[in-house]
Each structure stands twice: as C-alpha cells, then as structure tokens.
C-alpha cells in the first residue's frame, strides 16, 4: 500500500513539474491571442447591434436593395439549401461565403462557378487564394450577375429601346485561426450595381466566427452578413443592404458515411410571416363572423421553422458527395395552390479528383423554375 502512495505521489510530482514548466509556454500563448479574441468580441457585439438596428426597420420583403448579395457562393452550400457552410476542408469557394474558413492551405487555389436562374438571368464568379508571408492568406473574388435583357418604356407607355441590368461585387476576404478550436475572418465587399441610366455603388462587410471540435466532427459559425451602406444611389433615395444575421452548424456521425447540418437564419427579424391577400391565413364566416385560423401554438411553430434549414451530405469514399436541403419558409413562400411541387428542397452532388473539385446542385424555387449551381476549384 505505501509502495502504491509512493508511486502516485511521484506521479503527481512529475505533472506538476511539467505544468510549472510549460506554463510560461501557455501564458505567452494567452497573450498572444489576447488580442484576436478582443477582436471576436468586438465582431459579435457589433453584429447583435446591427441586428437590433435592422430589426426596428425590417420588412420580410422588398426593404432592402442589392439583392444578388443574398445568394449563395458555393454550389455545395446551395446543394443543402444554404448561403454559407461552416467545413474546413481547404474548399475555397466555401471560404468565400464564410472568411472564417480562409487558410493558407487554400493559397494557390482558384475557382470558378456559374449559376443560372429565371428569365435569362445569369451569375458568374472567379475567386483566387494567396499567401502572404506577413499578413496571412487573402482570398480576392469577383462575381458579376446579369439580370438579362428589359425593354424600356416611359410613364405614357412609349418604347424607350432595351437596356441592361447587372450587379458587379468585388470581394478581398481575410481569415486567421485564433487557436485550435476557433477562427475569425472578414469579407469586405465593394457593389456596383448599374440598371438602365441609374448606378449605386456600395460596399458591405461580413464578420464571422467559427469554432471547431479537434475532431472535426462538429463545428459552427456565426455570421453577420451585408454590413454595410450605399455610397451613391440610384435616385437619390437611400436603400438598405441585405443585413443578416445566422448561424451554421454540422455534425459528422462517427463511423458513418455522412455528415447533418443545420442553419438558423435571419436571426435578426423574429417574424417572418406575412399575409398573402389571395391566400389568407384567417377566414370569417360570412353567417356567424367568427374568426378562425391557425392556433397560437402553430403560429408559433410557423415562426420559429421559418429560420431553420437542414441537410445531409453523404461522403462516399471521399470522392463521391450527395447533398440534400430542405427549407420550410421556401416551401410555405413558393408553394403551389393546387399543386404539388419541390419548392424548398435543393439536391446535389460532388466529386473530389486529385487535380480538381467539381460541385453541381439544383434548388427548386417555383413548380416551373429552378436555379442551377455548378462551382469548379483546381490548384494554379
């Protein structure tokens, strides 16, 4: 018995003395980063206050302006019906929707992505990642969205000839890991939109954080996205950008073959409903003028499903991926009324090579329309 105190207390010894000599090693390390978590702080204090700003002003729909800013990076965030994913994996087009992912793994990766949606209108994309020495990886993307062709007409009607409607965002994106579980990163955004005669120019910010289990099984960010004012107008009427506020998260089952992800949205705005005149929630007998519709706790519900997003994407071998989203709000906003229809489910697939990384996904908006995303990566 006192050979086995002996032995514990040598033990004890021994771990002591090596906390006492990698402490210095630990507080250097604190103080290093002391800084960096200064600055997650600061970003998730200036988000929330952002969000209470936006919420006293927001509208559901049509309050703000530029919206190509609202659409997804990435067709891998898009084949689960997301604007931004929180995997870190060196995918850069992943890291253009969210800089907290950017790493100098990613340096000398470029991409490449086309989207194509309603009526002609057309968005392409090329990004690019570099290192530098001092200052850390930087990703520089440039997507340029063309809205097709209108045909001009003045307030009696007469033809003014066809013009063109485009949005240009230019985006220079920074992130760094603050240590093994958590990074940061900023996406600054100059817009120039021009339709007809009239052209803004603005620019927008992105603040995220990012934590990371060592396993890498789960992880979630936080973002506030569209930070940001016009320079100029189109008018002279000052508009809003498309201010957000949301959350990501995944979680990869151990020993399984995939990996579940969730998105709560627009956490600045609690309700997101609003009433369709040609479909109304609540009817009143014509007879009796009784009032009935839907119940609190299912009005409740309806709020609450409408910020959330979920999907699944299946790794087959690390070369093969199949995605699948689903989002309520899209399904109960675009449904059909007497049809059935895919309205806010989004599929896709991915195939990883050695030389490339290809990503396609479809999101059905409409029973007759739907968006298709396709991204490719390689290394220059």
Known sequence: MSECLS???????????????????????????????????????LNFQFSIHNSLQAQVAGGT??????????ARAAGVGFDFLSLYDDDLTLALGNPSLVSDRMAGRMAVGFMNIFAGANFGSVAYCHNFEHLGAFTFG????????????????????????????????????IDEHVSIGVNFSPILSHYEHYSSFAFGIDLAATYMSLDKAFSTTLMGRNIGTQVTTFAGTSERLPFELSMVGSYKLHDAPFRLMFALTELQTWDLTYEDPLNPTTHTDPFTGEVSGPTPAARFADKLFRHLNV????????SFFARLGYSYRQMVEMKAADAFNLSGFSVGFGIHAKKFDLAFSRNGYHLSQAANYINISFRL
Not at 143 to 171: C, H, I, K, M, Q
Request: with cysteine; proline share 3%.
């Open 142 to 177: 440039l997507r340029f969205d063309n809205w097709g062709r209108f045909d001009g007409y003045d307030e009696t009607d007469t033809p003014t000839g066809s013009f063109n409607a485009a949005d240009y965002v230019f985006t220079v994106g920074w992130g760094r890991a």
């Open 7 to 45: 032995l514990c207390c040598a033990n004890l010894d021994t771990i002591r003395h090596s906390s006492n000599r990698n402490r210095p090693l630990k507080n250097k390390i604190l103080t290093e980063n002391r800084g960096l978590w200064r600055i997650v702080i600061c970003a998730i204090i």
């Open 311 to 318: 999907g699944i994407e299946l790794n087959i071998k690390q």
């Open 65 to 74: 302006s530029y919206a190509a800013l609202d659409m997804p990076a990435s």
